[in-house]
């Protein structure tokens, strides 16, 4: 069930009750990191045991494990009450309804077995690994007028906060978002987003993760106005 190891050694559980599936990102990770140790489990009982007894940079687990429909919810929390560890759920439900749920149990990203690619997957992946390994500090929180706080934080789920309660957004809108942030009060044109999108480069493709990212926000603050369309250009974060 194991890799080679290379000089750095990264590993990692996949925990998917379909042995093919399984072997397919097992597959995927050794080209995504070549020399990773990857432990691959089949069963709840097995997969909670291995996370009680090992240490994983990363976790890729499926929702349904047998008949059990949500054995993957309780291994998530079994994982958050030990150490963290980032959690990518790739299933076959549906990602409109269980991606907000995953998000809620601090999982990293829920990728849906029918919609994405190997590429995706390899990137979210490297992703995840690099922030893991990096433990980044949280982009200091700006204030603004009305003291309205925004904190982020690349490695956790549990962000980005606004107002002190937690945003739920996709991977790929968080990455917009942070390019926004970063460059508050400056318009981050087209081009730069294009660099923080994996898949569907276009114009038409930003605006939609960018109406994502308002509508997420006004959830929870319906007067917010932060993210300003320019026209032919791109975006910019205002505090005005």
């Given amino acids: 069930m194991r890799a080679g190891q290379g000089a750095e050694m990264v590993k990692v559980a996949v925990i998917e009750d379909d042995v093919p599936t399984s072997n397919q990102l097992r597959g995927w990770i050794e080209t995504a990191r070549p020399g990773a140790v990857v432990d691959q489990w089949f069963t709840r009982d097995d997969a909670a045991a291995a996370i009680e007894r090992e240490v994983y940079d990363l976790v890729v687990l499926d929702i349904e494990l047998g008949r059990e429909r949500h054995a993957g919810v309780a291994i998530i929390n079994a994982i958050n009450k030990r150490r963290g560890t980032p959690v990518l759920v790739v299933s076959g439900m549906p990602a409109s309804i269980y991606r907000s749920i995953m998000k809620a149990l601090d999982a990293w990203d829920y990728l849906q077995k029918s919609d994405f690619a190997e590429q995706e997957f390899i990137e979210t992946v490297l992703d995840m ?22 904190s982020l934080d690349p490695l956790r789920q549990n962000s980005p906060l606004w107002r002190g309660e937690r945003v739920n957004l996709p991977l790929t809108a968080q990455r917009i978002l942070a390019a926004l942030y970063q460059k508050r009060g400056q318009v981050v044109s087209y081009d730069e987003l294009f660099q923080v999108v994996k898949s569907g480069r276009n114009r038409d493709n930003v605006r939609k993760h960018v109406s994502t990212i308002r509508e997420a926000f006004r959830e929870i603050d319906p007067a917010f106005d932060c993210i300003e369309n320019v026209p032919m250009r791109g975006f910019r974060w205002t505090t005005d």
């Fill in 129 to 150: 690994l690099r922030s893991a390994k990096a433990r980044l500090p949280s982009v200091p929180a700006a204030v603004v007028p009305g003291e309205v706080e925004l």
